[in-house]
């Protein structure tokens, strides 16, 4: 689905808070760390050189603690946090080059923000907060009206049209801010931890009709979250902060296979791997060949270890053949490869636990 | 030193006593065309029209009966002409003191400079004895209906200017962040956002200047400005105490009715936006 043509880059980028930044800029190009910048120049550090590339259609997960810096990077998207220092550059254009006119032109042609709190307008019915987008582009009212409709019946609220939003609950405000970011029709879809406000099974709910829609839309859209198991359900790619630093970004299989420090690893040291790595990435690219039909089974290569363990001992095998898309045999898994997957797993959750 | 200010002052209002009376000129004909129509409207046609806007604010029919009834017993005791005077006083000094007090907060939110400027000024009106700006507006323009609403004004204007400074400042930024990613230019932002937020705080600080025009009635006559004040200050000269209690009552009972109306409008306004939103 994702072909590799970047939408968004970022060069150079840091943000640094406080009285007089740009003093402060050479500490920060001499890797000053985040503590001794606070503590010597009374400074914040808020991101620290970052450079990265974020992929057109597809989604762009952004991960790290609380205060890594994840919501001042994504606000530098569409400049509601002017840079330090470095460039964002959206198909083609530099965001820090413009002017203010130019600026809301552009948030208002090729970005939409979805936002933790919601950040809906109390006093406007739902269906004049999803056209309040729409009404900034200074659209006609026909086709204001179609698109408001229509965007808040695909976000399954029709009905709800004169509620207001105080009337809603969480879920259903979210539906709100997420029909008006996507009634704009822009290509870049922004999410400050969209769903963090809400419960487990709405939450599920929400990335599951965001994942229907992208598949349809296919619009660039930087995901911010610091739950893992959000990340990897609806990733495309995550990128992981720390203290104002990209530490990695990659597939989630990398991260997961080869984390880049010990500050991934302990991320993602909780998550479940057996239901995430996929048959790919723990397969050697050994085709064995003999295939003894009565112990092997044949998986394919975007299974789960989870799934290939069930197959392997409904079918009593003691081998596994992974086949790719057209069942041509592209590896095979060991047990002992398995056996290290699962137990991975095991030796965490004792520590964990 | 006293003296030279004094003189200076004086000379200031030989020269420009007369184009300043001419400035404040349209105030005078709104005053006066507002209170000839309260007073040679028949009397049931005016307590209606009342009666009508009290129950379009409030939607209860408990304020309109109390309206109706206070101001049937201000005409039986013979108050009903100095109590229009004072309700026409009171609506060109609010209408004045919004006009100029919204646009003057709203400045006031949006720049920090405009409020280090402002606030202290605000606040030398609201502590200064009204007695005291009451000499220059007398000096400058004499004893008469424009400079008793002149003071009037000043002394109400303060309410409205912070309480719309405030509710603008105070609204929840996370919404005020959405309108600028949303490409809003800052009058866009101003109009759909920042003020219909605001909109409680602002009604709030109507509701304060109303009461404000209201207490400054009594001193407001002083310089002699027509309406319920002019017989509480007979009254106190001349120690006229039923006629004073009666006169004071009326000033309570308008009082009341305006604070009962523009709160419940208030609350009205607000009333989707109960239980907060989000968290
Ligand atoms: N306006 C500001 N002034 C000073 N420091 C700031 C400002 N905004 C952010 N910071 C600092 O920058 C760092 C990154 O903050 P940011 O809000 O981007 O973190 P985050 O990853 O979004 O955290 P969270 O998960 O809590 O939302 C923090 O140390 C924060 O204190
Ligand atoms: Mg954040």
New interface residues.
């Given amino acids: 689905m994702s072909d590799k043509d970047v939408k968004i880059r970022i060069e150079g980028l840091s943000k640094i808070f406080g009285a007089n930044p740009k003093s402060v800029i050479p500490q920060v190009q001499q890797g000053i760390s985040k503590e001794d910048l606070l503590k010597k120049h009374k400074h914040v550090l808020g991101l620290d050189n970052i450079n990265m590339d974020l992929h057109d259609h597809s989604i762009e997960v952004i991960m790290g603690l609380s205060g890594s810096g994840k919501s001042t990077l994504i606000r530098h998207i569409n400049r509601l946090i002017d840079p330090t220092i470095g460039n964002i550059i959206i198909d083609g254009e530099n965001v820090c080059d413009m002017n203010d006119k130019q600026l809301r032109d552009f948030r208002q042609a090729k970005t939409a923000m979805v936002f933790q709190k919601f950040a809906l307008l109390p006093h406007r019915t739902v269906i004049d907060n999803v056209r309040f987008g729409l009404e900034m582009q200074g659209k006609d009212g026909a086709f204001i009206k179609e698109k408001a409709h229509y965007w808040l019946e695909r976000v399954g609220l029709k009905g709800f049209e004169k509620h207001y939003p105080a009337q809603l609950s969480g879920g259903m405000q979210q539906r709100v801010g997420l029909a008006r970011a996507l009634a704009c029709d822009a290509d870049i879809l922004m999410m400050d931890e969209a769903f963090s406000a809400l419960d487990p099974l709405i939450r599920s709910d929400m990335q599951d009709i965001l994942l229907e829609l992208q598949v349809e839309l296919k619009k660039t859209i930087v995901f911010i979250t610091h739950d893992l198991d959000e990340a990897l359900k609806i990733g495309d790619r995550i990128a992981i902060l720390n203290n104002g630093r990209l530490v990695q970004q990659g597939p989630a299989q990398d991260i997961l296979m080869n984390p880049a420090d010990d500050y991934v690893e302990r991320f993602v040291a909780d998550v479940n791997r057996t239901r995430v790595l996929l048959a790919k990435s723990i397969m050697s690219a050994q085709v064995p060949s003999e295939i003894n039909h009565t112990d092997t089974v044949v998986v394919g290569q975007d299974d789960t270890v989870q799934e290939v363990l069930h197959q392997m001992l409904t079918e009593d095998a003691l081998q596994v053949v992974v086949a790719d898309e057209d069942g041509q045999h592209v590896g095979s898994i060991d047990t002992d490869t398995l056996a290290e997957a699962v137990s991975h797993q095991v030796e965490e959750e004792k520590t964990t636990t | 030193m006293r003296k030279a200010i004094d003189d200076g002052f004086r000379e200031f209002t030989q020269a420009y006593g007369e184009s300043l009376e001419a400035f404040f000129d349209p105030l005078l004909t709104f005053l006066v065309w507002s209170e000839k129509v309260l007073l040679n409207s028949p009397w049931p046609l005016v307590i209606i029209a009342i009666a009508g806007l009290a129950y379009l604010g409030s939607r209860s029919w408990k304020l309109v009966v109390g309206v109706i009834v206070a101001f049937c017993v201000i005409g039986y005791l013979g108050m009903w002409e100095d109590t229009m005077s004072t309700l026409s006083i009171i609506t060109v000094c609010t209408i004045v003191a919004i006009a100029i007090g919204i646009p003057l907060g709203i400045l006031m939110a949006r720049s920090d400079k405009v409020q280090a400027v402002v606030t202290p000024i605000l606040d030398i009106m609201q502590t200064m004895p009204s007695f005291v700006y009451l000499i220059p507006v007398v000096m400058l323009l004499g004893i008469g209906k424009v400079p008793g609403l002149i003071a009037v004004i000043i002394y109400a204007l303060p309410p409205i200017v912070r309480l719309t400074n405030l509710g603008i400042r105070h609204v929840?930024p996370?919404?005020v962040?959405?309108a600028?990613?949303?490409?809003?230019?800052s009058w866009?932002k101003l109009k759909?956002?920042q003020i219909?937020?605001a909109?409680p705080s602002i009604f709030a600080g109507v509701n304060q200047t109303i009461m404000m025009a209201l207490s400054m009635v009594v001193i407001a006559s002083m310089i002699g400005v027509k309406g319920l004040g002019q017989p509480v200050l007979k009254a106190i000269t001349n120690q006229y105490f039923s006629m004073g209690l009666l006169n004071g009552l009326a000033i309570v009972a308008i009082a009341i009715i305006f604070d009962r109306v523009s709160q419940q409008y208030g609350l009205r306004i607000?009333k989707?936006?109960?239980?907060?939103?989000?968290?």
């Fill in positions: 929840d996370d919404v962040e959405a600028n990613a949303y490409g809003c230019t866009q759909n956002v219909p937020l909109l607000q989707h936006r109960e239980g907060g939103h989000g968290v």
